[in-house]
């Protein structure tokens, strides 16, 4: 594959749409890096969870903002799975991350506008290098305005709510296909209607619903997509 040039990849979208798949998928297709942004809006939220930071839906700003340059996110590489495994101060919690009760508390914490703030500064250091296909919500709006791709995607909610149960249970998870529907909705409503970065499609953005695609037909119509818009940028 000749691929000379180093692009950022800003992929947005509703919860639960296949961006993850279709980011990794992609990173690895173009051997660049590949970061999950909600991961460490996820991992802040556990951070949160562990220390007692919740309680009846309150979180304890002023404690959380005390503490915040204390949490260390970072990404490894498992070779095993071929995949990037999100740590919190040195500890694995890739499945940690994605419960429930994350799920559940995730939207308030990526409101407040210090977390924000703390995780857009590390994730445009992690693109410095450019070659980055980034996951989000605000990555083409917010982290990278200039991003070489804007992808914003999309998916029927009931495919999302499936997909994800899916996903879960596979893992061994005990949850209800309803409690993941709801979530969702929640979420959606959640992430474009808050006040800082909400989810929006950049102008520049391409939309991509992905309700019938499978994950090899979604990789194939973003590659498309970057070939059209890419000159000497062959795949
Ligand atoms: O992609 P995800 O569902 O794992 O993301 C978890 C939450 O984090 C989601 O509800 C919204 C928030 N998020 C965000 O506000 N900005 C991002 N760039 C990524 C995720």
């Given at each position: 594959m000749n691929n000379s040039k180093k692009l950022i990849i800003a992929i947005d979208g509703f919860s639960s749409c296949g961006k993850s798949t279709v980011a990794k998928?992609?990173?690895?297709?173009?051997?660049?890096?590949?970061i999950d942004s909600g991961a460490m809006y996820r991992a802040i939220t556990l951070f949160c969870l562990n220390n007692n930071l919740i309680k009846e839906n309150n979180i304890d700003e002023s404690k959380l903002k005390s503490l915040i340059n204390k949490i260390k996110i970072s990404f490894k590489y498992n070779t095993k799975t071929g995949e990037?495994?999100?740590?919190?101060?040195?500890?694995?919690?890739?499945?940690?991350?994605?419960?429930?009760?994350?799920?559940?508390?995730v939207s308030p914490i990526s409101k407040i506008k210090f977390v924000r703030k703390n995780l857009?500064?590390?994730?445009?250091?992690?693109?410095?290098?450019?070659?980055?296909?980034?996951?989000?919500?605000?990555?083409?709006?917010?982290?990278?305005?200039?991003?070489?791709?804007?992808?914003?995607?999309?998916?029927?909610?009931?495919?999302?709510?499936?997909?994800r149960y899916k996903e879960l249970t596979q893992k061994g998870l005990n949850v209800s296909l309803e409690e993941i529907k709801e979530n969702i909705k929640k979420r959606d409503h959640l992430d474009q209607n808050r006040e800082i970065s909400p989810l929006?499609?950049?102008?520049?953005?391409?939309?991509?619903?992905?309700s019938y695609l499978t994950p090899s037909e979604q990789l194939s119509w973003i590659l498309d997509k970057i070939?059209?818009?890419?000159?000497?940028?062959?795949?």
């Amino acid at each position: 594959m000749n691929n000379s040039k180093k692009l950022i990849i800003a992929i947005d979208g509703f919860s639960s749409c296949g961006k993850s798949t279709v980011a990794k998928d992609l990173a690895k297709k173009l051997n660049y890096i590949y970061i999950d942004s909600g991961a460490m809006y996820r991992a802040i939220t556990l951070f949160c969870l562990n220390n007692n930071l919740i309680k009846e839906n309150n979180i304890d700003e002023s404690k959380l903002k005390s503490l915040i340059n204390k949490i260390k996110i970072s990404f490894k590489y498992n070779t095993k799975t071929g995949e990037a495994e999100t740590f919190l101060n040195g500890n694995n919690v890739e499945d940690e991350i994605r419960n429930v009760e994350v799920s559940e508390n995730v939207s308030p914490i990526s409101k407040i506008k210090f977390v924000r703030k703390n995780l857009v500064k590390q994730q445009q250091n992690l693109g410095k290098n450019k070659a980055i296909v980034m996951d989000g919500r605000d990555i083409g709006t917010t982290v990278f305005p200039k991003a070489d791709i804007k992808i914003f995607m999309t998916a029927d909610v009931d495919v999302r709510a499936e997909r994800r149960y899916k996903e879960l249970t596979q893992k061994g998870l005990n949850v209800s296909l309803e409690e993941i529907k709801e979530n969702i909705k929640k979420r959606d409503h959640l992430d474009q209607n808050r006040e800082i970065s909400p989810l929006r499609k950049a102008d520049d953005a391409i939309i991509l619903d992905n309700s019938y695609l499978t994950p090899s037909e979604q990789l194939s119509w973003i590659l498309d997509k970057i070939e059209q818009k890419t000159l000497n940028f062959k795949l």
